[in-house]
């Protein structure tokens, strides 16, 4: 059965206070890894796609990696408005994403 | 470039009614897929529309159907709502050439 499963289900950071957040897949004829931010009563809002093993994607504070069975973002000095759920979703194809339960991450001043 | 659009944002339904959502993709995209957002089950596919055509679906029951019109603009229609129907439901449009995907603002529906 296909799939996507993040961790922690939730995390509490200090602002400056770098993490990562982990998302690992079974998920199959995977063609690539989406990353997705969500806002509380919003639709998700696209970060990054990742296709192969070994590929790394920036954005601003944020950097997403993979490997042939998971993919982690890095929050390096996380802000407030980092406050949001991440979630991750395996992409087979015919625009078929099949998403984790995400990760809701609280960046405290 | 304006973004994915849907409407209502907002609907409140009773049991048995049925409903219908509509999306507007991004300019140029052809592609169109539906989700249902739930606390319980996160984010699910419903079904994928290209070119007027379903070329996917996901484990929803009959109830469940779409379309997409010729300007790619699609409708989902949920019949006999049922209380589990309660979603936040959100389009998505597929971007082919930088293989990214677009979610719209979502529509609540409460089915009471």
């Known amino acids: 059965e296909d799939q996507v499963t993040q961790s922690p289900e939730a995390l509490r950071l200090q602002e400056g206070e770098s993490s990562s957040l982990n998302c690992s897949y079974t998920?199959?004829?995977?063609?690539?890894l989406f990353w997705y931010r969500q806002d509380p009563g919003k639709g998700p809002e696209f970060l990054f796609t990742?296709?192969?093993a070994g590929e790394e994607k920036e954005k601003e504070r944020l950097k997403a990696t993979l490997t042939k069975k998971e993919s982690f973002l890095h929050i390096t000095a996380p802000k407030p408005e980092d406050s949001a759920t991440y979630l991750c979703?395996?992409?087979?194809?015919?625009?078929?994403?099949?998403f984790g339960q995400g990760t809701r991450l609280t960046i405290n001043p | 470039k304006a973004g994915v659009t849907q409407t209502p944002r907002y609907l409140i339904k009773t049991r048995g009614q049925q409903v219908t959502l509509s999306c507007s993709p991004i300019?140029?995209?052809?592609?169109v897929s539906w989700y249902q957002q739930t606390p319980g089950q996160g984010l699910q596919f419903l079904f994928e529309?290209?070119?007027?055509?379903?070329?996917n679906k996901g484990n929803f029951p009959g109830r469940f159907s779409g379309r997409q019109f010729s300007n790619s603009r699609s409708e989902m229609n949920v019949s006999t709502l049922e209380l589990g129907d309660s979603a936040l439901y959100l389009c998505?449009?597929?971007?082919?050439?930088?293989?990214?995907?677009?979610f719209g603002p979502g529509t609540r529906l409460t089915v009471t």
């Open positions: 990742l296709y192969s």
């Open positions: 979703a395996g992409f087979q194809g015919a625009q078929k994403l099949v």
């Open positions: 300019s140029g995209h052809r592609s």
């Open positions: 998920v199959s004829g995977l063609r690539g």
């Open positions: 998505a449009s597929f971007n082919p050439g930088y293989q990214e995907q677009y």
């Open positions: 529309y290209f070119s007027e055509t379903q070329r």
